[in-house]
């Protein structure tokens, strides 16, 4: 099923079209309503009536996370604060929070984009979902629950955490999908292997899993463990909230609502925009917003672009599953690192469960990478030979994809501390020095 034909459907010159349109008007209004962009623009040369159409988006100025904050808290809004029925915000590692508000008419476009999106997944009227993610300022509670409801779906508006209640009502109410983090729904299903429960009183069939970078290796363990088909849903709170994009039933990358947000990709370093099939970063410029669009707004995400049709129909373009955030990615002794690489050769092996930790440092001025590797309970052993065999073999795996020697530390089941939320990867204690 498709939640829009006519918009997910369209022809790139229908889509052109459309996004265009919306992208003048775009570009006038923040010119006309925000002294940030007002002046951005000026500095640039740039007069809204020279801005024709989706050619030009090239030639307008990036939008940086820091100039959110340097707004903060209502800078970047194009309304009166009378028009704003919500407001949310991401917080970051160090100051202040990024802040985003929404019209009504923007959240019905965001429930509109999160309706399309669940229903890529397969997700009907007749569905019960667990919304999992946290309700509150986070985007993933409430933006799921209004395109839930808009879908017709019974919600369960549960939020993260408390795993027991968790399981009990998933049985008690029957719940046929579950909407949470990747590495929450890796908890949730070993919690429910642990308990012994008889998988008939499980309902579920479809995750819907976001929030955080994660690898197909991480897809297949969760699908084991839930017994589930898991979908990727993409989106980030400057844009809109989850919803910017999301996988069919293909999966064959996540098909971004391009109507309303569309994206480039760019080479980081030279801020050029590359072409379709090339690894770089991902800038979105959402054009529909009401209360707080943005131009040219570099995510940091990195992945590629596909313009070709999907076999779905859906001729939205599609992102490839993000690789991580280029602010993500550790530099250990010069080499590239992402969490990512080191959850692909992890989870390729039984052994190893979906929980690991990054531990950087720097011993007399070399940096040093320590992987902790939880062990799945089977093969927790007493005998030091048989973890000394396996930490060999980690090693070595880890050494031929990362190009880089790490210490590996096998920790037992359970141990390294559980997210409700996004997953914490990585401890950078380079950072503190
Ligand atoms: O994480 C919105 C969201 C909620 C998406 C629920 C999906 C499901 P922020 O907290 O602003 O918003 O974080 C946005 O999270 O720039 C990516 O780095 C990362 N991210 C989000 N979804 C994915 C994904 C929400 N599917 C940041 N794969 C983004 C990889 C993701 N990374």
Redesign the pocket.
């Known amino acids: 099923m498709i939640w829009n034909k006519e918009i997910e459907c369209a022809s790139r010159e229908q889509m052109r079209e459309i996004q265009s349109k919306r992208l003048v008007e775009m570009v006038k209004r923040v010119y006309d309503t925000v002294p940030f962009y007002h002046n951005k623009l000026k500095e640039k040369g740039i007069e809204p009536r020279d801005i024709k159409g989706i050619e030009q988006l090239k030639d307008l100025p990036f939008t940086l996370k820091t100039d959110l904050r340097d707004n903060y808290p209502f800078g970047l809004f194009t309304v009166p604060q009378s028009e704003i029925v919500r407001i949310h915000a ?1 917080s970051g590692t160090t100051g202040k929070p990024t802040v985003v508000g929404y019209t009504k008419k923007d959240i019905d476009m965001w429930s509109e984009v999160v309706a399309r999106s669940l229903t890529m997944a397969g997700v009907t009227k007749n569905d019960i979902i667990q919304v999992a ?1 946290g309700y509150g300022l ?3 509670g409430l ?2 629950h209004y395109g839930a409801e808009k879908v017709g779906a019974s919600v369960i508006p549960i939020s993260g955490g408390n795993t027991a209640k968790q399981i009990q009502l998933m049985r008690d109410f029957g719940s046929t999908v579950i909407a949470c983090t990747p590495s929450y729904a890796a908890f949730l299903g070993e919690s429910i292997a642990k308990e012994n429960i008889d998988p008939s009183e499980i309902k579920l069939r479809v995750g819907v899993f ?5 690898t197909e290796e991480l897809r297949t363990e969760v699908q084991k463990l839930l017994r589930i088909k898991a979908y ?7 844009v809109i ?2 919803g910017v994009s999301m996988e069919c039933d293909c999966q064959c990358g996540s098909h971004i609502n391009e109507d309303h947000f569309i994206p480039e990709i760019i080479d980081p370093i030279t801020l050029e925009v590359l072409p379709y099939g090339e690894l770089g970063e991902l800038v979105f410029t959402p054009v529909s917003k009401e209360a707080m669009p943005l131009i040219r707004y570099r ?3 990195l992945t590629r672009l596909h313009a070709d049709t999907c076999a779905c129909g859906r001729t939205l373009v599609r992102m490839e ?2 690789l991580g ?1 280029s602010d993500d990615m550790l530099i250990i002794r010069g080499v590239n690192v992402f969490p990512s690489q080191v959850e692909s050769v992890l989870l390729e092996m039984e052994e190893a469960s979906p929980h690991y930790q990054l531990v950087v440092s720097r011993e007399h001025n070399l940096d040093t990478l320590e992987i902790k590797v939880e062990l799945n309970e089977k093969y927790w052993s007493d005998e030091i030979k048989v973890l000394e065999g396996l930490k060999k073999l980690i090693s070595h795996k880890i050494a031929n994809v990362l190009g880089l020697t790490a210490t590996i530390r096998l920790v037992e089941p359970r141990s390294i501390q559980r997210s409700e939320g996004k997953a914490v990867r990585v401890i950078d204690n380079r950072k503190l020095k």
């Open positions: 991401s993610y986070f985007t993933g933006g799921l976001g929030a955080e970078p994660w990727d849903i993409y989106g980030l709170s400057e909230g989850p995510t940091r995400d599953k993000c955030r």
